[in-house]
């Protein structure tokens, strides 16, 4: 089970410094969503991360800087799949998604190296936003899929993901999860991730 981390939408002090941290202490992904930001502001976010970690690094937007910097992935949002704006990735980068459904994880999860499903459990970083799935429902589908000849990518929860949910995640059959809030509204994010890791191993 693979264990992901989402930036916080609007910067945090030494955020960067904090991600760097986090990829040393062995994040294999890290979403870098940053809503509004120039490509400027994305490329020098980027820059301020030690070349070593950079292929681990998703971008939600800005997708030709995942090419041009040797980045880890490209990551779609619905407003990017609705324009059907597919970036140009080399071998090894990755491309992914956010579902809403079950209906557009059977559809179009073929499309993608690993997809989102959220919300799971209610969020932790968005007011309001509150669990919008029968988890038998969820363990019932991801099942039927693992088990269909030419199943690939990994369904990954997000919403809400907290250490004491790490294990209904991984009964429910899910490939791994995506965190947010647990590791950024906590006082210390690098301790926060180890946690939820060592509870996955």
Do not use: C, N
Request: charged share 15%; no cysteine.
């Amino acid at each position: 089970m693979q264990l992901l981390v989402i930036s916080p939408p609007h910067p945090v002090p030494h955020e960067t410094a904090l991600v760097s941290q986090l990829l040393a202490a062995g994040l294999a992904r890290f979403h870098v969503r940053k809503p509004g930001w120039e490509q400027g502001e994305m490329a020098a976010y980027v820059a301020d991360i030690p070349t070593r970690y950079r292929s681990r690094l998703v971008l939600h937007s800005h997708h030709a800087l995942v090419a041009e910097l040797g980045l880890g992935g490209a990551h779609l949002t619905a407003a990017g799949r609705a324009a059907k704006a597919r970036p140009t990735l080399a071998p090894g980068q990755t491309l992914s998604t956010s579902f809403h459904t079950l209906a557009e994880i059977r559809q179009h999860r073929r499309r993608y190296d690993y997809v989102f499903l959220s919300p799971i459990f209610d969020s932790l970083s968005k007011e309001q936003y509150a669990a919008a799935f029968d988890l038998a429902a969820v363990a019932a589908t991801l099942r039927k899929l693992r088990q269909r000849a030419g199943y690939a990518p990994q369904v990954l929860a997000l919403g809400g993901i907290e250490a004491h949910r790490l294990t209904t995640v991984q009964q429910v059959g899910f490939g791994g999860a995506a965190v947010l809030g647990a590791v950024w509204q906590s006082p210390d994010p690098v301790a926060a991730f180890r946690a939820l890791q060592s509870i996955i191993g």
